[in-house]
């Protein structure tokens, strides 16, 4: 995915959520983007996902302009979404049926993917059964069983403790190492952002640009304890956190 020269405002141009974004995305990779608040992450992630388009600018996906949702494009948000009335199998099915896909192979498609995210003997549950964390490995699995060419996570684990938090990025990191699949992570977390990307976009306050984007350079498969602790980490959570203090500051 790219996005050429894209500005999004609202309010008949009074508010710039962003501003003439330069942005490529590359196959398979992991791409986090860290901002203040308020600097365009979230619009930019819908606008990459084709539920809005830029107020000036372009976004591709292999080349082909986005003008609305692709079923190659698949989103998770951070307060799940998970709707209250469906079983957890249910609600990751739901996609599948949005497609047209015949109930009769639901569950050679859904259950692979609860397997995958632990909740194998959670399917006949309701979200309000669930934690936090289980209906964050929902949202998860709902996006993964459409097999999309892009995964976007918005700030999929900010409403989540600490500890959990921890534990699905563990368990995320572990999936890509799987699916091999592209990602676009918005966060709010300077770790979170070091420990799984790749590639690492800083945003400024609103109107939102790019600042820089920084290499993450940790190997993979990635232990995410081990980058914790590495030189590289402490230098890229330093660089960040002083790239970002005064905007922070500012906000």
Sequence with gaps: MRLESATRTFLDGSVVAFENLDLAIQPDETLCVVGPSGCGKTTLLRCLAGLILPSEGVVYLDDEPIRRPSPNVAMVFQHFGLFPWKTVFDNVAYGLKLRGIPKSSWADTVRPYLRLVGLSQCEDMYPYQLSGGMQQRAGLARALVL???????????????????ELLQEELARILEREQRTMVFITHSIDEAIVLGDRIAVMSTRPGRIREILQVELPRPRDLQSARRS?????????????????????
Excluded: C, K
Aim: no cysteine.
């Design 147 to 165: 097999n999309p060419q892009v995964l976007l996570m918005d700030e999929p684990f900010g409403s989540l403790d600490a500890q959990t938090r």
């Design 231 to 251: 030189q590289r980490y402490a230098e890229l959570r330093q660089h960040i956190w002083d790239e970002l203090r005064p905007e922070v500051s500012a906000a």
